[in-house]
């Protein structure tokens, strides 16, 4: 299994450009979640879906981001406009579904975001 | 809301030492709890989980760690600690059949060869 499938690896933008991150979750798996991880912050959750339906956004920092999982393959985390503040690394994680054993969440290797 | 504390920022230790990372959750009812572990430039990955059962967890690489459920409490432990041991390790938790995982801050494991 090739894992959760995160792009791209680094992106570096300017302040005022949107970026889109990609995420591609463990085939199978129908949980999907993004992080972002600061220095100041620690590890926190932004949003996650279950079964493509956004389930809990309280942890979206602002309108600037929107996360969108159009199927059960794909999420975008959207920041539009971005800021030097957004500066992290944002991961994606998937788990197979509520309720199960192997409840688990397997996260993907980050994209690290520069906004200059 | 469940929350996660892990009192030890930053613990450094020489190699042979034995390992005690302090994690301690606020919940009232059962938890599934986890020990992630986050190598320099490295995504997260799973040490070891508790769901039920036997409360001392055995995970990858030689650590444990044990369920203490009148002291909110799961702490990883490793007997004999290696210079690869050198990463940020993470509790979380989480109600049973509920996806969504709280974190702790994290403890930053460094050792020293």
């Known amino acids: 299994d090739a894992g959760v499938i995160q792009s791209p690896r680094h992106e570096v933008t300017e302040m005022g450009q949107e970026v889109t991150l990609r995420c591609k979750p463990i085939s199978g798996h129908n949980s999907l979640f993004w992080y972002r991880q600061t220095m100041m912050r620690g590890l926190e959750l932004l949003i996650y879906?279950?079964?493509?339906?956004?389930?809990?956004d309280s942890g979206m920092p602002e309108d600037r981001f929107s996360a969108k999982m159009p199927n059960a393959s794909f999420s975008t985390l959207k920041i539009q406009p971005s800021e030097p503040r957004d500066s992290a690394v944002y991961f994606c994680?998937?788990?197979?579904?509520?309720?199960?054993?192997?409840?688990?969440?397997?996260f993907g290797p980050g994209t690290r975001l520069t906004v200059l | 809301a469940q929350s996660v504390s892990q009192h030890n920022h930053h613990v450094i230790l020489s190699e042979a030492a034995s390992l005690e990372l302090g994690c301690n959750y606020s919940y009232g009812g059962t938890v599934n709890l986890f020990w992630y572990v986050q190598y320099p430039g490295q995504h997260l990955q799973l040490l070891l989980k508790y769901f039920s059962g036997d409360p001392l967890v055995k995970g990858i690489k030689g650590f444990e760690a044990e369920f203490i459920k009148s002291k909110f409490s799961f702490n990883l432990r490793k007997p004999s600690v290696q210079w690869s041991d050198t990463a940020e390790y993470f509790c979380a938790v989480k109600p049973p059949g509920n996806e969504k995982l709280t974190f702790g801050t994290g403890t930053r494991l460094t050792i020293i060869p």
């Open positions: 879906f279950n079964n493509n339906v956004p389930i809990d």
């Open positions: 994680a998937s788990i197979l579904g509520a309720g199960k054993r192997t409840d688990t969440q397997y």
